[in-house]
């Protein structure tokens, strides 16, 4: 039950929109601008992507009473742009996956609250993570992002990280 509290926790702190210009904050959460990482945001993305499968390896391998499987996914928003969002209770179906919204949407165009259903492809993966141990697998986007919170918190979030996101 803390494992799971902790990764929700965790992976409601950092949100991610695509939008060029502005940028809106959740209560109590920073949300970053996409353009603001530019090269280095689609790198992580593109590392993520391409470890994607060690994700889906150990989700299948079984998950533990308090465990959580996240997936960030970019959902089209309102602005013609993407919001990236944390989606949780992943699973396959069909020729993609469905889960359900981890945090409270911004401004999607086709997914207004917390908790509700999602269908996504893996194309619109852009961040995974998981617990392994005691410390958290994966969040390529989130490692990036940490530079842009205060230090503080930076730390308390990097002290939830393995050292590398992949085993």
């Given at each position: 039950?803390?494992?799971?509290?902790?990764?929700?926790?965790f992976?409601?702190?950092?949100?991610?929109?695509?939008?060029?210009?502005t940028?809106?904050?959740?209560e109590?959460?920073?949300?970053?601008?996409?353009?603001?990482?530019?090269?280095?945001?689609?790198a992580?993305?593109?590392?993520?992507?391409?470890?994607?499968?060690?994700?889906?390896?150990?989700?299948?391998?079984?998950?533990?009473p308090?465990?959580?499987?996240?997936?960030k996914?970019?959902?089209?928003?309102?602005t013609?742009s993407?919001?990236?969002i944390?989606?949780?209770?992943?699973r396959?179906?069909?020729?993609g996956?469905a889960?359900?919204l981890?945090n409270q949407?911004?401004?999607?165009r086709?997914?207004?609250r917390?908790g509700?259903?999602?269908?996504?492809?893996?194309?619109?993966?852009?961040?995974?993570?998981?617990?392994?141990?005691d410390?958290?697998?994966?969040?390529?986007?989130?490692?990036?992002?940490?530079?842009?919170?205060?230090?503080?918190e930076?730390a308390?979030?990097?002290?939830m990280?393995?050292?590398?996101?992949?085993?």
């Amino acid at each position: 039950m803390i494992r799971h509290f902790l990764l929700a926790a965790f992976t409601g702190l950092l949100g991610l929109t695509a939008a060029a210009q502005t940028t809106v904050e959740r209560e109590g959460e920073p949300t970053v601008t996409y353009a603001e990482h530019g090269s280095a945001m689609e790198a992580a993305i593109a590392e993520a992507q391409a470890s994607f499968d060690h994700f889906l390896e150990a989700k299948a391998a079984g998950v533990a009473p308090g465990e959580s499987f996240t997936v960030k996914v970019g959902f089209a928003d309102n602005t013609g742009s993407f919001e990236h969002i944390w989606v949780d209770a992943v699973r396959a179906k069909g020729e993609g996956f469905a889960g359900i919204l981890a945090n409270q949407p911004l401004n999607l165009r086709d997914y207004s609250r917390l908790g509700e259903p999602v269908k996504f492809t893996r194309d619109q993966v852009s961040d995974w993570g998981y617990i392994d141990g005691d410390r958290l697998r994966g969040h390529f986007t989130t490692r990036l992002l940490l530079g842009n919170i205060p230090e503080d918190e930076a730390a308390g979030i990097a002290a939830m990280l393995h050292d590398q996101p992949l085993p």
